[in-house]
Structure formats: C-alpha cells, structure tokens
C-alpha cells in the first residue's frame, strides 16, 4: 500500500462559523483570522494506492460553480486536485473509488465537472465507483433547510445517474470493521448524517481521516464544535469517544481542512485530550 496526499486547493471561511460559540479571542491563538474574520482552510484529500484499486478520499470543491459563489470562499494558493494527481503520475482516469466520508459541496465537488459543451455534467472519474452510505445519500437528497445550501444536487444526483454510486455497509455500532474499501469507518452523527471516518492501516499505524469531526488542531478541545454541525451536543460526545480511541491506539489524525499541520498525534493532559506531535505527510508517507 501507498498513500498519498493530494491538494485540491485552498480557501478561507469565517472563523466564527468555524468555532460555534468559542469567543475569538479563543480560538484566534490557534487559528488567526484575517481583517475580514476568515482563516485558513485546506482541502487535503487522500489517494490510497493498493493492489489494482486507488481509492481517493474526498474532492474538495472542484471547479464548477460561479465565480460569485468561489467570492465567497475566498480562493488562494495554485493547488488543484488534478496537479496533485498528476504530481504523483496519476490521472483521474485512474481512480477505481470515490469514498465520500460526507456530501457537503468541499468534500464532494470535484466528483462532476461540466460537459464539454458545459450543457450538463459528467463525473470527474469515469472508470470510478462512487462511496457513499444510504442514511447520508437519503439525507444529502433530500435535504433539511439548514444544511440545504451546502447539498448541492449538481454535485450529487450526476453519479447516481451515471451509474457509479455505491453504497457501504452500516454499522451495528459505531464502528464498521473490514469495509467494502478495506479499511474499517467510524460513523458520526453530529456534523451531519452518518459522516464516515476512515481508519486506514498503513505499515505498523493506523491514520485516521478526520473529515469534519476533528478539522482542525485548534478543535481539540471537546467545546469548539464548528456552528455548521446539525447536533452539536453529539458532535461533542462522538470526538470525545474518537479522541480517547486516538489516544489509546496511537492513530496519526490526517486534517483534512488544517492549512498549517497535515498530520498529528495526541495525547491525554490535564485539560484533556491535546496535540502530541504534528508532522507533515512527507514524514508518514515514506
């Protein structure tokens, strides 16, 4: 096996909607804001090479939408997902899986692009099968009036239409164990529906691909819970369990979203579960 990491581009968002009722003078040590209150955000996606399958975890937002809506999220840095592929030798012409760990618009955007005529749209991976789980694919579909805006269906309703959609097993509990992707997933409820965190056996470690439940180092701390999570009060329980799982077993925690530290460990302290170490994937992906 070979993992890789793969940049799908950089962008900003408001780092008050990051930290939910964490006061800024808080969270601003770990996370500085700009004069307009918004930090640093990455889409750090993950490309598993293993036998005849590469599987790639998430997308990022792609390239689709307006020039209004990418106003928004204040774009920067020359990353793209297609670069980082083909840095690594790879098209996405090569992808055999899509795992999806949620549908929100910054994780699955780059899974349709427009058509050549820009008429309709088309999957960015054609040769690819699409992960997802039937609870979230139901609750992405159709969608509650507060995570509507970030559902997106030009994103999402193109690769059940094309045929490419897969859907994993469910968990009896929280954990699901051998998955259809081979590795095991750890599900989560409080950012949105049955969110999806894969733990990936790689030589003698564990990463974990921590998605939305942990997005940062600066939300190590069990209250700094995003103000985008539907159930906040779970979100805090689920990283709670997940954190002291990480602690006990050593796992190395991918962030996604961290523009500043690609992987970290942690380690129990007085004021609870906190960073250990921070590494860069070059140091793990050797």
Known sequence: MRLYPINAGNFKLDGGAMFGVVPKSIWQKTNPADANNMIDIASRCLLIEDGNRLILIDTGMGNKQS??????????GHDTLEKSLKNYGFHCDDITDVFLTHLH?????????????KTGYETAFKNAHFWSNENHWEWAT?????EKASFLE????????NGQLKFTSLPEHQILKNSELGFDIFFADGHTEKQMIPLITYQDKTIAFMADLLPTVGHLPLPFVMGYDTRPLLTLDEKENFLNLAVKN?????????????IITVQETEKGVRLKNSYSTQDIFN
Not at 142 to 146: D, F, L, V, Y
Request: negative net charge; glycine residues 8%; proline residues 4%.
């Open 67 to 76: 020039d209004k809506f990418f106003g928004y999220y204040h774009l920067w």
């Open 105 to 117: 618009f910054d994780h699955c955007g780059g899974c349709v692009n427009w058509n050549a005529g």
């Open 142 to 146: 159709k969608p509650n009036r507060r």
């Open 154 to 161: 030009e994103n999402i309703l193109p690769i059940e239409a």
């Open 250 to 262: 050593n796992f190395y925690l991918f962030l996604e979203h961290d523009a500043h530290n690609e």
